[in-house]
């Protein structure tokens, strides 16, 4: 069995080479956003055309993005939402809500300090992991049936 894996959200620190590393020998594909920040928010004008207001500039970006962004939500089979502690990931929140509307296992990432905030997110998760390790396990376990240790 091939897993389908889309790790989505924080795009600051190494969580998702993390999780690729950790699961290497397993038989999963990883898909994901642009994590180059820049790429991100300039795809839509340096695609389509500049434009002079910011709103409209970081629509353009928006939306080309979704195009990626839901292709990769709807081929996974496993969606991990990783929400970090510097920034406010709405995105993150929507692929969630996404993932979970498409039926998605979907396993949520974040530390102590987001469990109140993060309490209907976490709901509609199979699975809340508090570091990259414990995704791997799952995976690992999916797939193998084997525990850590």
Known sequence: ?????????EIHTDWREQIIAGATGL????????TDHAASDDCGVA???AEDQKFWHDRK???VNAIRTRKGLEDADVVVVRFGDKYKQWNAAFDAGYAAALGK???ILHGPDHQHALKEVDA???AV???P???VAILRYVLTGSLPG
């Open 105 to 107: 296992s979907l396993i």
């Open 47 to 49: 695609i389509l055309g």
């Open 133 to 135: 390790s414990q995704v």
């Open 27 to 34: 038989d999963v594909r990883f898909n994901g956003p642009v």
């Open 129 to 131: 992991a508090e570091d």
């Open 61 to 63: 970006g928006a939306q």
């Open 124 to 126: 509609a998760a199979l």
């Open 1 to 9: 069995m091939t897993l389908n894996v889309y790790l989505s959200g």
